[in-house]
Protein backbone atom coordinates (compact mmCIF):
# COMPACT_ATOMS: atom_id res chain seq x y z
CA UNK A 1 0.00 0.00 0.00
CA UNK A 2 1.32 3.18 -0.81
CA UNK A 3 2.14 5.77 2.12
CA UNK A 4 0.57 8.91 0.61
CA UNK A 5 1.66 11.01 3.68
CA UNK A 6 5.71 10.12 2.74
CA UNK A 7 4.60 10.94 -1.12
CA UNK A 8 3.51 13.98 -0.16
CA UNK A 9 6.70 14.71 2.10
CA UNK A 10 8.92 14.15 -0.86
CA UNK A 11 6.70 16.10 -3.57
CA UNK A 12 6.73 18.96 -1.13
CA UNK A 13 10.80 18.80 -0.19
CA UNK A 14 11.30 18.72 -4.17
CA UNK A 15 9.42 21.80 -4.88
CA UNK A 16 11.20 23.61 -2.23
CA UNK A 17 14.26 22.11 -3.25
CA UNK A 18 15.77 25.48 -4.72
CA UNK A 19 14.55 27.60 -1.32
CA UNK A 20 16.54 24.59 1.06
CA UNK A 21 19.78 25.28 -1.28
CA UNK A 22 19.25 29.12 -1.07
CA UNK A 23 18.71 29.21 2.56
CA UNK A 24 21.45 26.98 3.71
CA UNK A 25 24.30 28.73 1.67
CA UNK A 26 22.84 32.07 3.44
CA UNK A 27 23.18 30.47 6.66
CA UNK A 28 27.09 29.70 6.04
CA UNK A 29 27.53 32.82 4.64
CA UNK A 30 25.99 35.24 7.05
CA UNK A 31 26.03 33.11 10.24
CA UNK A 32 28.42 34.24 12.61
CA UNK A 33 31.50 31.54 13.63
CA UNK A 34 31.73 31.19 16.97
CA UNK A 35 35.30 29.84 18.01
CA UNK A 36 35.66 26.67 20.80
CA UNK A 37 36.14 28.63 23.96
CA UNK A 38 39.51 28.30 25.88
CA UNK A 39 40.02 26.07 29.13
CA UNK A 40 40.83 23.43 30.71
CA UNK A 41 40.17 20.51 28.77
CA UNK A 42 41.29 17.49 31.18
CA UNK A 43 41.75 17.59 35.20
CA UNK A 44 41.29 15.48 38.27
CA UNK A 45 39.05 16.76 40.68
CA UNK A 46 39.25 14.94 44.49
CA UNK A 47 36.21 14.24 46.33
CA UNK A 48 37.90 12.41 49.43
CA UNK A 49 37.44 15.80 51.13
CA UNK A 50 33.77 15.39 51.19
CA UNK A 51 32.23 15.01 54.41
CA UNK A 52 30.06 12.12 53.71
CA UNK A 53 32.15 8.74 55.27
CA UNK A 54 33.06 6.78 52.60
CA UNK A 55 33.34 2.79 52.28
CA UNK A 56 36.78 1.12 51.57
CA UNK A 57 35.13 -0.68 49.30
CA UNK A 58 33.95 2.18 47.10
CA UNK A 59 37.26 4.28 47.61
CA UNK A 60 37.90 4.51 43.74
CA UNK A 61 38.24 6.61 40.82
CA UNK A 62 35.69 7.96 38.55
CA UNK A 63 37.03 8.15 35.06
CA UNK A 64 34.86 10.56 32.50
CA UNK A 65 35.60 11.51 29.12
CA UNK A 66 33.03 13.78 26.98
CA UNK A 67 33.85 13.44 23.12
CA UNK A 68 31.70 15.34 20.58
CA UNK A 69 31.15 18.23 18.28
CA UNK A 70 30.73 21.57 18.90
CA UNK A 71 28.38 21.43 21.58
CA UNK A 72 30.46 18.87 23.80
CA UNK A 73 33.24 21.17 22.79
CA UNK A 74 31.09 24.63 24.73
CA UNK A 75 31.07 26.78 21.51
CA UNK A 76 28.68 29.43 22.34
CA UNK A 77 30.43 29.90 25.74
CA UNK A 78 33.42 32.19 26.62
CA UNK A 79 35.01 29.59 28.50
CA UNK A 80 35.57 26.15 29.05
CA UNK A 81 33.90 27.41 32.97
CA UNK A 82 30.87 28.19 31.15
CA UNK A 83 30.53 25.14 29.07
CA UNK A 84 29.49 22.03 29.20
CA UNK A 85 32.31 20.47 30.67
CA UNK A 86 32.51 23.88 33.35
CA UNK A 87 28.98 22.91 34.49
CA UNK A 88 29.21 19.42 34.36
CA UNK A 89 31.95 18.86 36.84
CA UNK A 90 31.20 21.16 39.46
CA UNK A 91 27.78 19.46 39.62
CA UNK A 92 29.48 15.95 39.81
CA UNK A 93 31.60 17.06 42.21
CA UNK A 94 28.55 18.00 44.77
CA UNK A 95 26.77 15.15 44.13
CA UNK A 96 25.88 12.97 47.03
CA UNK A 97 25.98 9.59 44.88
CA UNK A 98 29.20 10.46 43.29
CA UNK A 99 30.96 11.65 46.44
CA UNK A 100 29.80 8.37 48.25
CA UNK A 101 31.18 6.53 45.81
CA UNK A 102 34.45 7.86 44.40
CA UNK A 103 37.44 9.55 46.05
CA UNK A 104 38.96 11.37 42.78
CA UNK A 105 37.22 12.15 39.59
CA UNK A 106 39.44 11.80 36.43
CA UNK A 107 38.27 14.06 33.42
CA UNK A 108 38.46 14.77 29.76
CA UNK A 109 37.18 16.81 26.69
CA UNK A 110 37.60 15.32 23.57
CA UNK A 111 35.23 17.10 20.90
CA UNK A 112 35.89 19.52 17.91
CA UNK A 113 33.69 21.38 15.96
CA UNK A 114 32.32 20.32 13.28
CA UNK A 115 32.94 16.61 13.64
CA UNK A 116 30.25 13.78 12.11
CA UNK A 117 30.05 10.96 13.25
CA UNK A 118 32.73 10.10 11.01
CA UNK A 119 35.13 11.91 12.65
CA UNK A 120 34.66 11.16 15.93
CA UNK A 121 34.75 7.29 15.40
CA UNK A 122 38.48 8.16 13.29
CA UNK A 123 38.93 10.11 16.68
CA UNK A 124 38.43 7.52 19.10
CA UNK A 125 40.68 5.04 16.77
CA UNK A 126 44.12 7.49 17.13
CA UNK A 127 43.45 8.16 20.65
CA UNK A 128 45.96 6.40 22.74
CA UNK A 129 44.44 3.62 24.63
CA UNK A 130 43.74 4.80 28.47
CA UNK A 131 45.27 3.67 31.42
CA UNK A 132 42.30 2.89 33.17
CA UNK A 133 38.79 1.73 32.17
CA UNK A 134 36.66 4.78 31.17
CA UNK A 135 33.52 4.44 33.41
CA UNK A 136 31.03 7.09 31.77
CA UNK A 137 31.75 8.17 28.14
CA UNK A 138 29.31 11.05 27.37
CA UNK A 139 28.50 11.53 23.36
CA UNK A 140 27.30 14.64 21.75
CA UNK A 141 26.96 13.91 18.10
CA UNK A 142 24.55 13.92 15.21
CA UNK A 143 24.31 17.97 14.24
CA UNK A 144 26.66 17.82 11.49
CA UNK A 145 25.41 14.54 10.21
CA UNK A 146 22.18 16.12 9.40
CA UNK A 147 23.49 19.37 8.13
CA UNK A 148 25.61 17.08 5.90
CA UNK A 149 23.12 14.85 4.87
CA UNK A 150 24.55 11.34 5.89
CA UNK A 151 22.75 8.96 4.53
CA UNK A 152 19.98 6.74 7.24
CA UNK A 153 22.63 3.42 6.74
CA UNK A 154 25.92 5.48 6.99
CA UNK A 155 24.66 7.20 10.09
CA UNK A 156 23.93 3.69 11.84
CA UNK A 157 26.61 2.00 10.69
CA UNK A 158 28.85 5.01 12.13
CA UNK A 159 26.94 4.64 15.26
CA UNK A 160 27.96 0.80 15.42
CA UNK A 161 31.20 1.50 14.90
CA UNK A 162 31.51 3.75 17.96
CA UNK A 163 29.67 1.92 20.58
CA UNK A 164 32.47 -1.13 19.22
CA UNK A 165 35.91 1.00 20.04
CA UNK A 166 34.37 2.70 22.57
CA UNK A 167 33.96 -0.88 24.34
CA UNK A 168 36.94 -2.55 23.15
CA UNK A 169 38.98 0.09 23.26
CA UNK A 170 38.24 2.21 26.08
CA UNK A 171 36.73 -0.36 28.00
CA UNK A 172 33.53 2.27 28.63
CA UNK A 173 31.05 0.79 31.48
CA UNK A 174 28.15 3.33 30.36
CA UNK A 175 28.27 4.93 27.18
CA UNK A 176 25.72 8.03 26.75
CA UNK A 177 24.52 9.28 23.32
CA UNK A 178 22.53 12.64 23.80
CA UNK A 179 20.03 12.76 22.18
CA UNK A 180 20.40 15.67 19.22
CA UNK A 181 18.70 19.01 19.23
CA UNK A 182 15.96 20.49 18.36
CA UNK A 183 16.97 22.19 15.15
CA UNK A 184 13.75 22.77 13.92
CA UNK A 185 13.63 25.07 16.63
CA UNK A 186 17.23 26.77 16.13
CA UNK A 187 16.49 30.45 15.30
CA UNK A 188 19.58 30.94 12.97
CA UNK A 189 18.07 28.00 10.58
CA UNK A 190 14.92 30.15 8.86
CA UNK A 191 11.33 28.20 7.87
CA UNK A 192 10.85 26.26 5.67
CA UNK A 193 14.78 25.17 5.93
CA UNK A 194 14.25 24.38 9.36
CA UNK A 195 11.09 21.94 9.22
CA UNK A 196 13.24 19.99 6.64
CA UNK A 197 16.34 20.08 9.04
CA UNK A 198 14.66 19.48 12.18
CA UNK A 199 12.63 16.17 10.51
CA UNK A 200 16.40 14.85 9.07
CA UNK A 201 17.70 15.29 12.89
CA UNK A 202 14.54 13.28 14.18
CA UNK A 203 14.89 10.23 11.52
CA UNK A 204 19.03 10.46 12.75
CA UNK A 205 17.98 10.68 16.30
CA UNK A 206 15.02 7.83 16.42
CA UNK A 207 17.63 5.83 14.53
CA UNK A 208 19.93 6.69 17.54
CA UNK A 209 17.65 5.55 19.86
CA UNK A 210 17.04 2.13 18.05
CA UNK A 211 20.98 1.38 18.25
CA UNK A 212 21.44 2.13 22.23
CA UNK A 213 18.31 0.31 22.93
CA UNK A 214 19.94 -3.09 21.32
CA UNK A 215 23.57 -2.79 23.34
CA UNK A 216 24.19 -3.49 26.79
CA UNK A 217 25.84 -0.44 28.04
CA UNK A 218 24.84 1.79 25.97
CA UNK A 219 22.22 4.52 26.99
CA UNK A 220 20.16 7.23 24.96
CA UNK A 221 19.49 10.28 26.90
CA UNK A 222 16.83 11.93 25.75
CA UNK A 223 17.50 15.87 26.82
CA UNK A 224 13.92 17.89 27.99
CA UNK A 225 14.22 20.80 26.28
CA UNK A 226 10.61 22.11 27.21
CA UNK A 227 11.98 21.25 31.34
CA UNK A 228 15.15 23.96 30.67
CA UNK A 229 12.81 26.31 29.66
CA UNK A 230 9.84 25.88 31.81
CA UNK A 231 12.53 26.17 34.97
CA UNK A 232 14.22 29.19 33.27
CA UNK A 233 10.95 31.24 33.08
CA UNK A 234 9.33 29.48 36.19
CA UNK A 235 6.06 28.58 34.77
CA UNK A 236 5.80 31.12 32.58
CA UNK A 237 6.60 31.41 28.77
CA UNK A 238 9.92 32.63 27.40
CA UNK A 239 11.55 33.19 24.27
CA UNK A 240 13.46 30.30 23.32
CA UNK A 241 16.22 32.45 21.53
CA UNK A 242 17.57 32.35 25.30
CA UNK A 243 18.64 29.19 25.19
CA UNK A 244 21.05 29.81 22.59
CA UNK A 245 23.93 31.15 21.37
CA UNK A 246 24.57 34.99 19.71
CA UNK A 247 25.20 32.53 16.34
CA UNK A 248 21.34 30.91 17.17
CA UNK A 249 22.72 27.83 16.74
CA UNK A 250 24.38 26.86 19.31
CA UNK A 251 23.55 26.13 23.29
CA UNK A 252 23.93 29.15 25.61
CA UNK A 253 25.77 29.03 28.56
CA UNK A 254 22.36 29.04 30.26
CA UNK A 255 21.58 25.80 28.07
CA UNK A 256 24.72 24.48 29.15
CA UNK A 257 23.85 24.80 33.17
CA UNK A 258 20.65 22.94 32.38
CA UNK A 259 21.78 20.41 30.17
CA UNK A 260 24.70 19.54 32.77
CA UNK A 261 22.03 19.48 35.61
CA UNK A 262 20.27 16.75 33.27
CA UNK A 263 23.11 14.80 32.22
CA UNK A 264 24.43 14.18 35.86
CA UNK A 265 20.98 13.14 37.00
CA UNK A 266 21.34 10.53 33.94
CA UNK A 267 24.66 9.43 35.57
CA UNK A 268 23.95 9.24 38.64
CA UNK A 269 20.66 6.76 37.85
CA UNK A 270 22.89 4.42 35.76
CA UNK A 271 25.61 4.46 38.21
CA UNK A 272 23.52 3.40 41.02
CA UNK A 273 21.55 0.63 38.78
CA UNK A 274 25.22 -0.84 38.46
CA UNK A 275 26.10 -0.62 42.27
CA UNK A 276 22.54 -2.71 43.19
CA UNK A 277 23.78 -4.79 40.20
CA UNK A 278 27.15 -5.70 41.69
CA UNK A 279 25.93 -5.87 45.23
CA UNK A 280 22.84 -8.70 44.15
Known amino acids: MVDTNKLTSIAKDVLFAPVYLYQGRKIKRETVRLPEPNGERHG ?68 TTGHTSFDILRRLYVLATPDQPIDVMLLSVGVNDTTSNVSVHKWQQQIEDIINIAQRKFGVRELIFLSLPPMAQMPAIP ?88 DC
Open 44 to 111: MVDLSKADIRLSSKNQEMLNLMVVGDSAAAGVGSQTQQEALVGNLIPILEQNEVIRSNFTQLNWSLQA
Open 191 to 278: TPLNNFVGAKASILDEILQQVCAAHDGVNYMATDFARMISEHGNGQPIDISVMFASDGFHPSSLMYGYWAQQIVENITQLLDSSAAQR
